[in-house]
Nanobody, 121 residues
């Protein structure tokens, strides 16, 4: 019914940049908050950044000033611009969305499948 598909991951050298995209598709009525999380091997999933429909943004402290989250409500898409990447940013990056489908009055959390980001020289 609903799919979140991430793209843009890859291998980059320290100090480099990547731009992740996440597009939501399906029988979507409305999307509230969209966000990016990451999970490194052996570690718990952690919040990277979130953005509400109104544009209110929250960042994890370690990415402030380096990462920028943005979204296009008309396209049901969220992006994560990542600059000055560090080896410790290496992880699987997953997007999520709190959304309502046309067939329901409830808001539900959906996740994408993730995209690998590796920062290494």
């Amino acid at each position: 019914q609903v799919q979140l598909v991430e793209s843009g991951g890859g291998l980059v050298q320290p100090g480099g940049s990547l731009r992740l995209s996440c597009a939501a598709s399906g029988s979507i009525f409305n999307i509230n908050t969209m966000g990016w999380y990451r999970q490194a091997p052996g570690k718990q999933r952690e919040l990277v950044a979130t953005i509400t429909r109104a544009g209110i943004i929250n960042y994890q402290d370690s990415v402030k000033g380096r990462f920028t989250i943005s979204r296009d409500n008309a396209k049901n898409t969220v992006w994560l611009q990542m600059n000055s990447l560090k080896p410790e940013d290496t992880a699987v990056y997953l997007c999520n969305a709190v959304l309502r489908i046309r067939e329901s009055s409830l808001y539900t959390l959906y996740w994408g499948q993730g995209t690998q980001v590796t920062v290494s020289s």
